[in-house]
């Protein structure tokens, strides 16, 4: 499973950024998608989720303010952030959880999660 994300940069505060990751690779199924943060000299950190049936959760952190989505395409999940404050500047990583896929030897195998390669967002005050 390979994650490919999108959509970082830098904005001053109050601005809007919004990020795209695409999963890729011979998947059979996941339980859902997210996007987790890690900020200098902090552990990695959820962000929001969702899951295949459409529930979405959020770290109280981010609530009214990020919008976690699904893409038409089931394996695309998007991440609306407004009102972007300074204490929001990290490397965003795209997460999904327990994917299970198809080896080259056309195997299955279930997986506890895979990750991106993480995308920079830098908020200025």
């Known amino acids: 499973v390979q994650l490919q994300a999108s959509g970082g940069g830098s904005v001053q505060s109050g601005g809007s950024l919004r990020l795209s990751c695409v999963a890729s690779g011979r998947i059979i199924s996941f339980n859902g998608m997210g996007w987790y943060r890690q900020a200098p000299g902090k552990q990695r950190a959820l962000v929001a989720t969702?899951?295949?049936?459409?529930?979405?959760s959020y770290a109280e952190s981010v609530k009214g303010r990020f919008t976690i989505s699904r893409g038409n395409d089931k394996n695309t999940v998007h991440l609306q952030m407004n009102s972007l404050k300074p204490e929001d500047t990290a490397v965003y990583y795209c997460?999904?959880?327990?994917?299970?896929?198809?080896?080259?030897?056309?195997?299955?195998?279930?997986?506890?999660?895979?990750w991106g390669q993480g995308t920079q967002v830098t908020v200025s005050s």
């Open positions: 969702i899951t295949t049936g459409g529930t979405a």
């Open positions: 997460h999904v959880d327990r994917p299970t896929y198809y080896t080259a030897n056309d195997d299955p195998v279930a997986s506890a999660d895979a």
